[in-house]
DNA sequence: CATGTTACGCGAATGAAAGGCGAAGATCAA
DNA sequence: TTGATCTTCGCCTTTCATTCGCGTAACATG
């Protein structure tokens, strides 16, 4: 992609601010405005110069038709539904709404992925706090040393990692005061595995 | 799918709040009482607009039928540079070639930000281990208690937190092991500040 | 040094789309 | 059927993008 001068910098930059901010473009006369230019003619040219250089895109004598390009923004991101919070031994507590969380590609797994937030210190030992979001993979089976959101008795769901050791699963808690539960395998349902970790400070 | 305009941008907002209080959409004549348009027919042509460039459907002739289209809002994730590795205690060491991670919008700062890898568990206090991925912020300052990337002495570059005291500089290592350094400020070098993690199972 | 190119700028004229009106017709649910 | 609601039609005004001709300054190149 062609590269811009400083005064097409500024523009682009503008267009992106504003377009940020109202959910809608600039027309060309804000533009000149914001510019101090007289011209219409000229935030024209301007504008048909990013155009050919690939960093927005307009339609034909449309109002307000001005729309960035997302180039140097890869698209490498998943939108993934924000479910709710989890608390070790606490069920999932569902979020309201349909919020959603974008995620590197690389971090969400191939399937149905979707993404909790972690409630409490009590998986602080597995280096996951207060606050964290958990991405996790939709899948009903666990390898040993996976974390895994398990449905336990069909009551609890909680957050463990999860071994299966003697025709038993143990679930171990990421938290030294509490003791690993041993069950039967048929005692516990595997609904996740957590395949990636997130912190916004 | 076309941007809208400044009008059409306003009603689409109208519309989404609506269905989301009343768990319906609007009739014609109540979008048209809001916007004070005495005619219904321009209502009807917005809707129109607003159906051709894909933020509604309709079905045809159905009181309030409006549906919005789930937003493909493409929240947009930033390919940010992998720089190196860093260590407490030790340089940054640059990584090969020219590597990008892709990340979130939500959790990369609003400047220049790029990635780094943690080596060791040196950060296992704040729950950063070995392989985690830290998204730094480029700046040159920093507030109590942020996790800072630091040139100290013009030699070493690590990895703690900072906080400023009596005139002084404490660098904190998130280690019980090791002991806070105290310096003066013009021996210590904010290279930026650590705003989010990411970690991958 | 002259010269072609490109970025940047002006003002005016033009026409398209957006936004608006009222009235009449069509359709659906009760 | 009837009342509420959506759809269509013609016509108007406002907003906005486009185009044209012309000009200056910076810059690379022969």
Same mark, same amino acid.
């Not at 001005?66 to 140097?72: A, G, I, M, Q, T």
């Not at 309201?96 to 191939?110: R, W």
């Not at 972690?118 to 991405?135: A, H, L, P, T």
């Not at 025709?167 to 539960?181: D, S, W, Y």
């Given at each position: 992609?062609?590269?811009?001068?400083? *005064?097409?910098?500024?523009?682009?930059?503008?267009?992106?601010? $504003?377009?940020?901010?109202?959910?809608?473009?600039?027309?060309?006369?804000?533009?000149?405005?914001?510019?101090?230019?007289?011209?219409?003619?000229?935030?024209?040219?301007?504008?048909?110069?990013?155009?050919?250089?690939? $960093?927005?895109?307009?339609?034909?004598?449309?109002?307000?038709?001005?729309?960035?390009?997302?180039? *140097?923004?890869?698209?490498?991101?998943?939108?993934?539904?924000?479910?709710?919070?989890?608390?070790?031994?606490?069920?999932?507590?569902?979020?309201?709404?349909?919020?959603?969380?974008?995620?590197?590609?690389?971090?969400?797994?191939?399937? &149905?992925?979707?993404?909790? *937030?972690?409630?409490?210190?009590?998986?602080? &030992?597995?280096?996951?706090?207060?606050? &964290? $979001?958990?991405?996790?993979?939709?899948?009903?089976?666990? &390898?040993?040393?996976?974390?895994?959101?398990?449905?336990?008795?069909?009551?609890?769901?909680?957050?463990?990692?999860?071994?299966?050791?003697?025709?038993?699963?143990?679930?171990?808690?990421?938290?030294?005061?509490?003791?690993?539960?041993?069950?039967?395998?048929?005692?516990?349902?595997?609904?996740?595995?957590?395949?990636?970790?997130?912190?916004?400070?």
């Amino acid at each position: 992609m062609l590269p811009l001068t400083k *005064r097409q910098r500024e523009i682009l930059d503008y267009l992106n601010d $504003f377009i940020q901010q109202h959910g809608y473009a600039p027309s060309l006369e804000e533009i000149g405005r914001r510019f101090s230019l007289s011209s219409l003619a000229t935030v024209h040219k301007h504008l048909s110069n990013l155009q050919e250089k690939g $960093f927005i895109r307009r339609a034909w004598n449309r109002s307000r038709s001005v729309e960035l390009v997302p180039s *140097r923004a890869s698209v490498r991101a998943l939108d993934l539904p924000l479910l709710g919070y989890v608390a070790a031994g606490s069920p999932i507590e569902a979020v309201a709404g349909s919020e959603t969380i974008s995620v590197p590609e690389t971090l969400a797994g191939k399937r &149905d992925s979707y993404v909790l *937030r972690v409630k409490g210190n009590s998986m602080i &030992d597995e280096q996951i706090r207060d606050g &964290d $979001f958990v991405i996790v993979e939709d899948r009903r089976t666990a &390898d040993n040393g996976e974390m895994v959101i398990a449905l336990v008795g069909g009551l609890d769901v909680t957050l463990k990692k999860f071994y299966r050791e003697n025709g038993k699963v143990r679930l171990q808690p990421a938290n030294p005061t509490m003791q690993p539960l041993m069950f039967d395998p048929d005692q516990v349902a595997v609904q996740g595995v957590v395949v990636g970790v997130m912190r916004k400070y």
